[in-house]
Nanobody
Framework: QVQPVESGGGLVQPGGSLSLSCAAS????????MGWYRQAPGKQRVLVAA???????NYGDSVKGRFTISRDNAKNMVYLQMNSLKPEDTAVYYC?????????????WGRGTQVTVSS
């Protein structure tokens, strides 16, 4: 089973940038749809971005134009480049992967990495 591990979270000022990485151990990585979700305190976990095995991408409305998801199948890695960060982007970010589509419940999940946007 492919298991994801996130890295790259931290504290950044509003307007700044941060890059998250997700390393997935195990075989068959290229067949998985990869996604980044986030959960802020007191709120539900929501989809930030997803990328399919065919490299089709999908973004949450609140991050379109600011965040970019990418994958490197040779390295079993998925990335989330976050630009023009806002305080409302503060959350724990989770990497998720599944065969087929993502629905917020399926597949395997990383433990999450904290992103804090604050001055």
């Amino acid at each position: 089973q492919v298991q994801p591990v996130e890295s790259g979270g931290g504290l950044v000022q509003p307007g700044g940038s941060l890059s998250l990485s997700c390393a997935a151990s195990g075989g068959g990585f290229r067949y998985y749809t990869m996604g980044w979700y986030r959960q802020a305190p007191g709120k539900q976990r929501v989809l930030v971005a997803a990328i399919t095995p065919a490299y089709t991408t999908n973004y949450g409305d609140s991050v379109k134009g600011r965040f970019t998801i990418s994958r490197d199948n040779a390295k079993n890695m998925v990335y989330l480049q976050m630009n023009s960060l806002k305080p409302e982007d503060t959350a724990v970010y989770y990497c998720n992967l599944a065969l087929g589509s993502l629905d917020g419940t399926r597949g395997t999940w990383g433990r999450g990495t904290q992103v804090t946007v604050s001055s």
